[in-house]
T-cell receptor, first 113, second 114 residues
Framework: DPKIIQKPKYLVAVTGSEKILICEQY?????MYWYRQSAKKPLEFMFS???????DNQTASSRFQPQSSKKNHLDLQITALKPDDSATYFC????????????FGPGTRLTVL | AQSVTQPDARVTVSEGASLQLRCKYS??????LFWYVQYPRQGLQMLLK??????VVQGVNGFEAEFSKSDSSFHLRKASVHWSDSAVYFC????????????FGTGTRLQVSP
């Protein structure tokens, strides 16, 4: 059974639209993250959350907004989509404060036309 | 600023040959060090990690890595590669035990030829 679920697997959007990427983890972790992977930047850290609180934000644009409705959920809302937002977005989770590895989800591949 | 450098974007080796993937970091203190692997169309999986103790750490699938403080390096090695090792390998560092932010290198794509 998958421990980190990301939905959808593939997503096509038009420029200017808004999309929400879903992430749920069933590992009992207390920290969750979003990363972006594209041809320009192989793996780029975006956000980290711990106990549903934002810990670090390395995304310059406010168009990217994480949303945590439950401890094991961290969705990513992207507004005013641009073609440059095309990438694979990975969600990850870990046990914070324990020198632990991060577990990654399978990713959502977003294409903005 | 903290940084991780993987100087080789692509490495090709023959099946059965030995492997070394290079990683260098730039920090004043000894960071937590990781190697992750990404197989095609999948997320990343951790191979091994290091913070202190024996500078040679063992990971899964026969991989090991050696930490060198003098060289600021954490190179990944395998004695004999298999075709299934073809993947992208990422070196990563964190400055603290809480994994609020892990900095990943640019990755090295390994191709194992038959």
């Amino acid at each position: 059974d998958p421990k980190i679920i990301q939905k959808p697997k593939y997503l096509v959007a038009v420029t200017g639209s808004e999309k929400i990427l879903i992430c749920e983890q069933y590992l009992g972790h207390n920290a969750m993250y979003w990363y972006r992977q594209s041809a320009k930047k192989p793996l780029e850290f975006m956000f980290s959350y711990s106990y549903q609180k934002l810990m670090d934000n390395q995304t310059a644009s406010s168009r990217f907004q994480p949303q945590s409705s439950k401890k094991n959920h961290l969705d990513l809302q992207i507004t005013a989509l641009k073609p440059d937002d095309s990438a694979t977005y990975f969600c990850a989770s870990s046990l914070r404060d324990s020198y632990a590895e991060q577990f990654f989800g399978p990713g959502t591949r977003l294409t903005v036309l | 600023a903290q940084s991780v450098t993987q100087p080789d974007a692509r490495v090709t080796v023959s099946e059965g040959a030995s492997l070394q993937l290079r990683c260098k970091y730039s920090y004043s203190a000894t960071p937590y060090l990781f190697w992750y692997v990404q197989y095609p169309r999948q997320g990343l999986q951790m191979l091994l990690k290091y913070y202190s103790g024996d500078p040679v750490v063992q990971g899964v699938n026969g991989f090991e890595a050696e930490f060198s403080k003098s060289d600021s390096s954490f190179h990944l090695r395998k004695a004999s590669v298999h075709w299934s090792d073809s993947a992208v390998y990422f070196c990563a560092v964190s400055l603290s035990s809480n994994t609020d932010k892990v900095v990943f290198g640019t990755g090295t794509r390994l191709q194992v030829s038959p």
